[in-house]
């Protein structure tokens, strides 16, 4: 099986950069999705397809991906993006995710 | 617009069983090809099971293999997951998911069902 690692936390200065990567072998190979979750809420698309961002999502959220991790950018953190992210891959025909990773803002 | 809205979830004893549903508005439901992802609790997402845009191919995590059933009907615009011989660690939110394409990218998802397996 294939297994996505992320950080399980990542802390960022409001109006700062934030970063949170997502790893996996040969990730770059593979179509990377981000996902953002707020409490009770359901998953909503930041990223998709390593660094296409869907209509309604702001241009401070970019993705990269290549070699070994696929990263998802927030620029000028807002205290509204504090909250869980998780990477998605597939691999044999199964969706998966990373564990996912919550982001503070300071 | 497109809304996927799942109802069925509860309480339940360890061995029991539950149906979910699913069902969506919106957009051509036999179009597409359907899944449930599930989140324990303060945990991260799984995903469980999912089913071709006609039904006739269903896919399953292996540790829900054997006891959920997924299956849709297209005439009903409705989405399903018969659970059985629940376990507490089935114990989960279960969200329905639209995939936009081929092995693509999830665009839409419902607020999801809530299901406990406590004794």
């Known amino acids: 099986s294939y297994d996505l690692t992320q950080p399980l936390s990542v802390s960022v200065a409001l109006g700062q950069t934030a970063t949170i990567t997502c790893g996996g072998n040969n990730i770059e190979s593979k179509n990377v999705h981000w996902y953002q979750q707020k409490p009770g809420q359901a998953p909503v698309l930041v990223i998709y397809?390593?660094?296409n961002r869907p209509s309604g999502i702001p241009e401070r959220f970019s993705g990269s991906n290549s070699g070994n991790t696929a990263t998802l950018t927030i620029s000028r953190v807002q205290a509204g993006d504090e909250t869980d992210y998780y990477c998605?891959?597939?691999?044999?025909?199964?969706?998966?995710f990373g564990g996912g990773t919550k982001l503070t803002v300071l | 617009q497109v809304q996927l809205l799942e109802s069925g979830g509860g309480l339940v004893k360890p061995g029991g069983s539950l149906r979910l549903s699913c069902t969506v508005s919106g957009f051509t439901f036999n179009d597409y090809y359907m899944y449930w992802i599930r989140q324990a609790p303060g945990k991260g997402l799984e995903w469980v099971s999912h089913?071709?845009?006609?039904?006739?191919?269903?896919y399953y995590a292996d540790s829900v293999k054997g006891r959920l059933t997924i299956s849709r009907d297209n005439a009903k615009n409705s989405l399903y997951l018969q659970m059985n011989s629940l376990r507490t660690e089935d114990t989960a939110v279960y969200y329905c998911?639209?995939?936009?394409?081929?092995?693509?990218?999830?665009?839409?998802w419902g607020q999801g069902a809530l299901v406990t397996v406590s004794s």
């Open positions: 998605q891959v597939w691999d044999s025909n199964t969706a998966v």
């Open positions: 089913i071709s845009s006609r039904g006739d191919s269903t």
């Open positions: 397809r390593d660094s």
């Open positions: 998911a639209r995939l936009r394409g081929f092995v693509d990218y999830f665009d839409y």
